[in-house]
């Protein structure tokens, strides 16, 4: 049975770092065909794609949110880290994170492009 | 980066109605499009993938279709628990990026 879980703090404080951890079971990060993506939704708004760690550690990030994101593994603890640094109230958002399979071509793999796994969310509030 | 706009932004319908929901990308996807479902308080469901594939589990009364532009997710016969936020999503294959649209709210009439 494949399931992810959020985890981190449920209020943050401006100007500070956030740390969410994403810790899956039911399959192994260190498989060759898996990535994982986070997720945010503000109260009452749409998706917004934040950052996706391939099988081969690749990472690729929000355009907009780039310079504040970093996203890594520990294959070890079937765990996927995503830190956002300099939290605005802006940043109050249910958090996800979801698996993508890749498929792998001529050495190299991709995504499949959809998330067919996602936690249940953590709602985190910036707030002072 | 690749915007979809979704139309309409809130559908009006009966059970036992059909329901057509529009996604439109500002360039080409391919077919690398895929629909969710969200209820309140829970986290998106994959409906379809690449256009027109039923994900696991998913109805038969639930259809995608679409390529390159535009897309459209079709629910022939309206039941009670269809009523949801939808939302459709894509890859871009280099840099690889995901977008999602901005969901249309399928509600009870």
């Known amino acids: 049975q494949v399931t992810l879980k959020e985890s981190g703090p449920v209020l943050v404080k401006p100007t500070e770092t956030l740390t969410l951890t994403c810790t899956v079971s039911g399959f192994s990060l260190s498989n060759a065909r898996m990535g994982v993506s986070w997720i945010r939704q503000p109260p009452g708004k749409a998706l917004e794609w934040l950052a996706h760690?391939?099988?081969?550690?690749?990472?690729s990030y929000s355009t907009s949110l780039k310079s504040r994101l970093t996203i890594s593994k520990d294959t070890s603890k079937s765990q996927v880290v995503l830190t956002m640094t300099n939290m605005d109230p802006v940043d109050t958002a249910t958090y996800y994170c979801?698996?993508?399979?890749?498929?792998?071509?001529?050495?190299?793999?991709?995504?499949?492009?959809?998330?067919?796994?996602w936690g249940q969310g953590t709602l985190v509030t910036v707030s002072s | 980066e690749i915007v979809l706009t979704q139309s309409p932004a809130t559908l009006s319908l009966s059970p036992g109605e059909r329901a057509t929901l529009s996604c439109r990308a500002s360039q080409s996807v391919s077919s690398y499009l895929a629909w969710y479902q969200q209820k309140p308080g829970q986290a998106p469901r994959l409906l379809i993938y690449?256009?027109?594939n039923r994900a696991t589990g998913i109805p038969a009364r639930f259809s995608g279709s679409g390529s390159g532009t535009d897309f459209t997710l079709t629910i022939s016969s309206l039941e009670p628990e269809d009523f949801a936020v939808y939302y459709c999503?894509?890859?871009?294959?280099?840099?690889?990026?995901?977008?999602f649209g901005q969901g249309t709210k399928l509600e009870i009439k």
């Open positions: 979801a698996r993508a399979q890749e498929y792998c071509s001529g050495g190299s793999c991709y995504s499949r492009g959809y998330f067919d796994y």
């Open positions: 760690i391939f099988s081969n550690d690749e990472k």
């Open positions: 999503q894509q890859r871009s294959n280099w840099p690889p990026k995901y977008t």
């Open positions: 690449d256009a027109s």
